[in-house]
């Protein structure tokens, strides 16, 4: 009989490992197929199987999974989104070429591009920011001065805040949307940016896996103008009114939008008129929250996505009711990572759920403003808020790093 296997298209300096763990808790083989292995370092350090393919071809990987079906029983195929969310759909479009378990192509690929979801989910009576959709200079600044700023500017495609600027000022305005339109900033198709209004308030993320809420999160960013998380709660410390309020709000979302099988994430703010909807991803969240789920609640999102894809039943029940929170270790400043330290300490500390760094030492650091900017994160759970925040905060004051100046204006480049 042929091994199982599971495909997964590219991978994830987060999550990637922990879904190669999942598969091989269950028995399956993970093959990895991605157009740059070696931006994944899990996979060489594991020993995972890997297929160099672009993965942009979706006929090309279409004939990679078909030349591994003859040696493999594949039992699933799934993926990660990486600064676009093109591989979502692209798993789709797989899934349904060899009859797997998997999420409706085209729903994707209409959530996927920012503005067509924006207007679903304003037929839908969604509550999300007034925004605008532009192709050029004028129409950006037209725009602005129709929702009155501050506003926030952003690509109609793309994931990890990529591109996402907050503009408080006709200055930041024009800056951003230089950078934008001025080659700088890396577009798959013509370059369109939706300019919304900046709905204040709370932020909040709901984890949902099907069509049911698993946990919702309170976060918050590091300073503006960019959207680089910095913490992250769960659960979030809500009434229970306001938990349901939130979790009606994002399954509208999913009629609004076709979705419901597997994996979907809801990013909201608490406004002056409740939860607006700031964006939905059709997929599992990237980052600390599968980890944050599972220490609050015992329920490993990943090890239930992956048997969702693989055809077995899934099992959502909580093990447990703890308070979980994590603390992203951001990059404050350019430069070459000289070295960091700490981290085996914090991991000792008890009540630390998970201690990861993503970079080594002489690693150059550029900031992005987005997810790249993200040297590492540490969880911390316990049965008690204030007693988790505590854990959090002993482990991550015994973290220290140095960043270096680059040795010439010329290593910035």
């Known amino acids: 009989m042929a091994r199982k296997a599971l495909i997964l298209v590219e991978g994830h300096r987060s999550i990637g ?4 763990k999942a598969a091989q808790c269950l ?3 993970p093959i990895t197929l991605s157009a740059d292995p070696t931006q994944y370092d899990y996979l060489a350090v594991e020993g995972i199987e890997v297929i160099h393919v672009d993965t942009d071809n979706l006929a090309a990987v279409i004939h990679e999974c078909s030349r591994l079906g003859a040696t493999y029983d594949i039992a699933g195929i799934t993926g990660f989104t990486g600064s676009d969310e093109s591989v979502s759909a692209t798993v789709g479009k797989l899934c349904r070429h060899f009859d797997l378990p998997g999420p409706n192509p085209a729903s994707i690929e209409r959530c996927c591009d920012k503005f067509t979801q924006r207007q679903l989910l304003a037929k839908a009576g969604v509550p999300i920011p007034a925004y605008r959709l532009a192709a050029n200079a004028t129409d950006v600044e037209s725009a602005a001065a129709e929702i009155g700023l501050p506003v926030v500017l952003k690509p109609t495609g793309g994931s990890g805040s990529s591109g996402v600027r ?19 900033h890396i577009w798959r198709s013509s370059p369109r940016i939706l300019i919304e209004e900046f709905a204040q308030g709370p932020f909040y993320a709901a984890d ?5 809420v698993i946990g919702i999160e309170a976060g918050d960013f590091g300073p503006p103008p960019h959207f680089v998380f910095r913490h992250l709660t769960c659960p979030a410390p809500l009434t229970g009114d306001e938990h349901r309020c939130i979790a009606d709000v994002s399954l509208s979302c999913l009629r609004a939008l076709g979705l419901g099988w597997g994996p979907t994430a809801v990013e ?15 997929r599992l969240a990237g980052g600390t929250s599968p980890r944050l789920v599972q220490a609050a609640y015992g329920i490993d999102l990943i090890k239930e996505h992956v048997k969702l894809v693989i055809g077995d039943e899934w099992d959502l029940r909580r093990k447990h009711s703890h308070i979980a929170a994590s603390q992203c ?7 070459i990572l000289d070295w960091i330290r700490g981290d085996d300490r914090a991991a000792t500390v008890p009540g630390v759920a998970e201690v990861k760094l993503y970079i080594k030492p002489k690693t150059p650091i550029v900031r992005k403003g987005d997810y790249r900017d993200r040297i590492g994160h540490v969880i911390a759970t316990s049965p008690g808020r204030a007693q988790t925040a505590a854990i959090l905060q002993h482990a991550v004051d015994l973290i220290s790093w140095s960043i270096a100046p680059f040795p010439t204006s010329g290593g910035q480049e």
């Open 17 to 20: 490992l922990l879904y190669v």
């Open 329 to 335: 270790l951001d990059a404050d400043r350019d430069g």
């Open 27 to 29: 028995g399956v083989h």
């Open 268 to 282: 909201l703010r608490w406004t002056k008129r409740g939860p607006v909807v700031i964006e939905v991803n059709p």
């Open 166 to 184: 907050l503009c408080r000022n006709i200055d930041e305005l024009a800056e951003h949307t230089a950078y934008l339109f001025g080659g700088k």
């Open 208 to 212: 949902i896996m099907g069509n049911e």
